[in-house]
């Protein structure tokens, strides 16, 4: 049973912009924090931006200023609006339900110089 499917990534020069979606089954998004995470090839994931249920959120230092995260309750969507894309951003991006090991399958964003 499928419960987070990401969408979005993609390939983009530095200093553009893309958009990721991950959208969730109701039961699960509703009442959680959700997370997004990425990998680089060779590292670890870390988590790059959470939002609360009440919508406040938290950035990676590396993305402040940059990434946006927001979410649709009525969609049961979270967003990643990551803008000013540089080629370290490159990673497979997933997003998580907070306090649970739900995952989505992750979504590849590769960024060129």
């Known amino acids: 049973q499928v419960q987070l499917v990401e969408s979005g990534g993609g390939l983009v020069q530095a200093g553009g912009s893309l958009r990721l979606s991950c959208a969730a089954s109701r039961s699960i998004f509703i009442g959680n924090p959700m997370d997004w995470y990425r990998q680089a090839p060779g590292k670890q994931r870390e988590r790059v931006a959470t939002?609360?249920?009440?919508?406040?959120?938290n950035y990676a230092d590396s993305v402040k200023g940059r990434f946006t995260i927001s979410r649709d309750n009525a969609k049961n969507t979270v967003y990643l609006q990551m803008n000013s894309l540089k080629p370290e951003d490159k990673a497979v991006y997933y997003c998580?339900?907070?306090?649970?090991?739900?995952w989505g399958q992750g979504t590849q964003v590769t960024v060129s110089y």
């Open positions: 998580k339900v907070q306090g649970t090991n739900i």
């Open positions: 939002i609360t249920i009440a919508g406040s959120t």
